[in-house]
């Protein structure tokens, strides 16, 4: 089993940027391919982001598109989420999640591993 462990969340203000990264343990994860989801008060577990195994393809969910960047360095079995113009409605519990197969999907369904969550507050 994999263990994903989150960090770099925090307080910024609108405007501000974060880099999260999710440190991947137990299990190589270059065969995964990976994905950042988010969950805000009173709402559903949504994807934010994912990356095929290898880097070379991505997915981003409309409402982060232009902003967020999400990147992948096998070597180190760690991915990142760079997001930039963060808006107050960005806030929400981010979650690293592991497919365990190279391919992306968009729902938290198709993802087998996930870490604990780190909180990304985003003040106007």
């Known amino acids: 089993q994999v263990q994903l462990v989150e960090s770099g969340g925090g307080l910024v203000q609108a405007g501000g940027s974060l880099r999260l990264s999710c440190a991947a343990s137990?299990?190589?994860?270059?065969?995964?391919?990976m994905g950042w989801f988010r969950q805000a008060p009173g709402k559903e577990r949504d994807i934010v982001a994912a990356?095929?195994?290898?880097?070379?393809?991505?997915y981003y969910a409309d409402s982060v598109k232009g902003r967020f960047t999400i990147s992948r360095d096998n070597a180190k079995n760690t991915v990142y989420l760079q997001m930039n113009s963060l808006k107050p409605e960005d806030t929400a519990v981010y979650y690293c999640?592991?497919?365990?197969?190279?391919?992306?999907?968009?729902?938290?369904?198709?993802?087998?591993?996930w870490g604990q969550g780190t909180q990304v507050t985003v003040s106007s």
């Open positions: 999640a592991a497919r365990d197969t190279p391919a992306v999907v968009a729902t938290a369904r198709g993802y087998a591993h």
């Open positions: 137990g299990r190589t994860i270059s065969n995964y391919a």
């Open positions: 990356i095929t195994a290898s880097g070379t393809g991505t």
